[in-house]
């Protein structure tokens, strides 16, 4: 069996398109998509029917057909937008693409028609503030948060209602959640049956753990870890974050330190334990982890290479493989093939 694997490269104005053999973690080039204007942020719907990508030097995001049996593109339809998304997913029920604007300082919400192209215009824009960097819908798709990072953002978390019917969103109450220090919220990712939620802090250089009150849909801090070792004192940033599909472990990249940071996630609590750092590309701005659960990859901005790593047992991260790929890897996005 295998999965596809898309790696978007905004210095080459492509998409690299990849199968990924899910015994061995191998990746086998299959076709570069050509598409103008820094192509960044993806976005796959949860049938894997329909592709969306942030062109992000054109200000344009554009839509795709996935063809089941090769996991090819087929570009449908593009919309114009105000500003270029740093960030991009679809909702639980795969009707909306939700975009987050870094210097757009805001969101905006577009519904997917039944032919898969976005409409346009979206049927929500939302001003929030500068900085604005992951929109995402938590498991039960009534409610949304937007991580704004610190010094070019406000440090906060909005907090929001989502219609699932319409797309539209409110304030939630209270709408903001400021954290103690001015870490950044960046990304983030939700664990797959417990009521917590993950983010990387961009100049905190650390892991936020929250809970997730699945009632009023807001936050609540448990824990900050550190991502960086005891004692390194050099300029860095995280980027992604993300999880196994069981819920064992959690994964952030460091940019500076040019590692991936590991945490085990305690079962009943959702706490984390550090696991310490593996040596990455230089920039890791993207990683992606498969379907199954067995392999990260992580990509080096600065670099232009990918670096496969097989997840051990114990979460650890044992090196396999680097792939050229190309100039400025921005996303790297892995799902099953259809079958």
């Known amino acids: 069996m295998a999965n596809y694997a898309y790696v978007s490269l905004q210095g080459d104005d492509r998409i690299a398109r990849f199968f990924q053999d899910e015994a061995t973690g191998a990746l086998s080039k299959r076709e570069d998509v050509p598409l103008s204007g820094g192509p960044a942020a993806i976005a796959v719907t949860p049938n894997r029917r329909f592709f969306y990508i942030a062109r992000r030097g054109e200000r344009k995001l554009s839509s795709f057909r996935v063809e089941p049996a090769s996991g090819g593109l087929d570009l449908i339809g593009t919309a114009g937008l105000v500003s270029d998304p740093c960030w991009l997913a679809t909702d639980r029920s795969g009707r909306f693409v939700l975009a987050a604007y870094y210097e757009g300082r805001g969101v905006t919400v577009h519904r997917i028609g039944t032919d898969g192209v976005l409409a346009d215009p979206p049927v929500e824009r939302l001003t929030t503030a500068r900085g604005a960097h992951c929109f995402q819908t938590d498991p039960t798709n009534r ?183 190309g100039a400025r890897p921005m996303w790297v996005t892995i799902v099953p093939a259809k079958g």
């Not at 995280?238 to 500076?256: A, D, E, H, L, M």
């Not at 040019?258 to 959702?270: C, E, K, L, Q, Y």
């Not at 310490?276 to 990683?287: L, N």
């Open 143 to 325: 409610f949304a948060f937007v991580s704004h990072i610190a010094g070019r953002g406000p440090n906060e978390i909005w907090q929001f209602r989502f219609d699932a019917a319409t797309g539209r969103l409110e304030p939630n109450q209270p709408a903001r959640l400021v954290p103690d220090q001015p870490v950044g919220p960046r990304h983030y990712c939700f664990h797959p049956s417990l009521d917590v939620v993950y983010f990387s802090n961009e100049q905190g250089s650390s892991v936020g753990v929250y809970r997730l009150d699945r009632a009023s849909g807001t936050l609540s801090a448990l824990q900050t870890l550190s991502t960086l070792p005891a004692g390194w004192t050099g300029q860095n940033s995280t980027s992604k974050c993300q999880i196994v599909p069981s819920g064992r472990f959690v994964y952030v990249p460091n940019r500076g330190h040019n590692s991936i940071a590991g945490f085990a996630v305690d079962p009943p609590t959702g706490l984390l334990t550090a696991l310490g750092q593996t040596p990455s590309e230089k920039i890791p701005r993207a990683i992606g982890i498969d379907p199954g659960g067995a392999f990260l990859y992580a990509a080096g901005q600065e670099s232009g290479r990918l670096a496969a790593y097989r997840i051990e047992a114990s979460g650890a991260l044992r090196p396999t493989e680097t792939y050229d790929v």
